[in-house]
Structure formats: C-alpha cells, structure tokens
C-alpha cells in the first residue's frame, strides 16, 4: 500500500469509527426509549438490565455498520473534493476507481467479517437479550416453546393431525393419526381425545384403533380408556422453532428448514430469511462504490449532505428488504430474489452510476 492509499485509508477510518461509534450510541439511547416503561413497570434486578443492553449492542453493530460506512466514504470523498486534494490526486494521474481501491478491499473483507459478526455473535447475543427481558419481567425460563392448534404434520410412514400441542407439557389433545404400510396402503388409524408424548411411547386417553387389511379393508375397530403405542417422535418433533427470525443464524434455519421439509410443512419464510441472512452483509461492498461516486460530487456541506445521503439510501435499502421479504413470504418471488432483492437494487444503481462515470 503506497503512502497515498494509507493516507486516504486512514481519513476515511476516522469518519468510519467515528460514526460507528455515534450510531451505536444513538441506537443505545433508542432502546432504552423504547424499553425504558418495561424495565420501570417490573423493576427488574440492574444486573440483568445492564446485560439486556449489552447484549443488544452486537445488533445495533450489524443496522448501523452500512450506514456509518455509506457516511463515511460519502463525507470522505466529499473532503478531499472541498479540500482540492481530489483534484491533485487526479492530476498526478490517479482515476477514481484506483483512489477508491484500498476502499472497496475494506469493504469486501468487512462483508464477510459481518457475515461471520451477524451469525455468530449478533444471533445469540439476541437471543440472550430477549431472555434477560424474560428474566426482568419475572419469567426465568429461557426457553421459548409455543403451543399449535388445529395443524398437520408428516413423519415417514405416518400424518399427524393434531387439534392442540401444549408444548411445555408434551401434551396432545383431539389426535388423529393415519398410518401407511410400506406398500403404501392404510395400515391403521389412531384417535385419542387426549395424549402424553413420551420419547418411544405415547400415553393415549379415550380413543381407538382402527386396523385395515392390504387391500384396504377395514378389518377391526378397537376402542380403549389407555393406551400405550410406540412412535419414535418425541414431543420435540411437534414444536415450532423457539427463536425468533433475529435470533436465529444461519445454522439454526438450515435445521429448521430440514425439518419442516421432513413434516411436509411450509418453509419458505425460513428459505428468504436464509438467503437474506448471507446476502445483507454484502451491502457494505455495493455502498462503497454508491457512496464513493456520490461523495466525489460534494463540495459545500459535505457532512450535512452526506449524512442525508446515509438516512435516506439507508432508509430505501430498508424499505426494498422488507418489501422483498413479503414478496417472498407470500410466494411472488424465489427466496434468493425475495432475501437479495435490496442487493439487487443497490447493484443495479451502483453499476448505473458506474457505467455514468466511466462515459
């Protein structure tokens, strides 16, 4: 690296660190706005407060990181036009693409060390959080499970309906199974009014059993108060995931994907979250170039204007995600569109600038 390129690198890390640290700072004072009643109402231990916050820093580090970079280069390159530096720089036969060099380099190694921040540390940094707030309300447990009522689920042979899953008792209530043989035909069917999930043994109150032959002929029908069968599904199988989309990493959905695949469930909201979760860090590399070319055009009121810029590409970069994700969601586009699409957009303006400069 020349003594040129160290120089810019280095104006353009103090804009960066400085605004880092400023956004996190503002995000900090958000959130206590935000939860400030909360921890007033349950009056909760400080040592779990103070932890909720703390924990709430790694995720404030992956929302401001590609704003106070879009600032940074934009404020940056915005200098060295007001200051004439850029002028000399050009003259003594530098383009902007080979100033903005060292730049794009520290973009692309920042993607991929927030790629690696988000999944492994902002994600269960998230998950501690949400479970100190637990904590501060009064509920210890850290753990999550939901209750389901009124769905289906597939396991190898067998489907599963079931009219309400209590999942913090592994208890089943209104179950109805349908059980196939290998060749493919009924084999029997299984209703209980009431039933206790135990790993290899379901408890079974009030029901029947209902046995077919291999030409599918009904051939006996037996009624019971109890009952204990033997399915290999533990309770576990019947839960939803426990973590929210912000607290789950890409490991976390690549499992919940495989097993909602194997219950013939719909998975598409995991699929888009997946594929959003490796494409958002990469945003940091397309702003590079976005904000670099628009700072080259400042001159007057280069930190006003570009922290505008930051605000509002910030905002649209938002906007197109979560428009994306809907999209996706309800099934108008592939997961890898719907998870990308603000990436896609961004790369689209950024060649379009690109193309501009280069004419």
Known sequence: ???????IFTEFMKNFLGALVLLIGVGL????????????????????????????????????????L???????????TKNM?????MAAGRSLKRIMLP???????????????????????????YNELNIIKGNPSIHRLYDQTNFAVKAKNRYYHIGKFIAERGEARGVHIVEFSSAGH?????????????????????GSVIFFNKKGELINREFFKNKKLSFPEAADYFQTAAKKFEETNVFDLMRYISEKKERAESFIEYEVEFYWHLG???ICFFVVFLGGMIGSYLKRGAMAQSMGIAIVLSAVYYLVMFFG?????????????AGWLANIVFLAVTAGFFIKERK
Do not use: C
Request: hydrophobic residues 50%; aromatic residues 16%.
């Open 1 to 7: 690296m020349s003594i040129l390129d160290r120089y």
């Open 29 to 68: 004072i958000s959130k206590v706005m935000e939860t400030l009643g909360i921890i007033m109402k349950y009056d909760g231990a400080l040592i779990h407060v103070w932890r909720f916050y703390y924990k709430n820093i790694p995720n404030m580090i992956t929302i401001v990181t590609p704003p106070a």
């Open 70 to 80: 879009l600032f940074s280069i934009s404020f940056s390159m915005a200098s060295f």
């Open 85 to 89: 530096e850029m002028a000399v720089i």
């Open 103 to 129: 730049l794009v380099l520290f973009s692309l190694l920042l993607s991929f060390f927030l790629l690696w921040f988000n999944e492994m540390v902002t994600a269960p940094s998230n998950f501690g959080a």
């Open 186 to 206: 009924i084999q029997r069917i299984i209703d209980g009014e009431k039933v206790n999930i135990h790993p290899n043994e379901w408890h079974f109150t009030d």
């Open 280 to 282: 958002y860090p990469f």
């Open 325 to 337: 994700k809907s999209l996706g969601n309800n099934g108008t586009l592939h997961p890898f569109i």
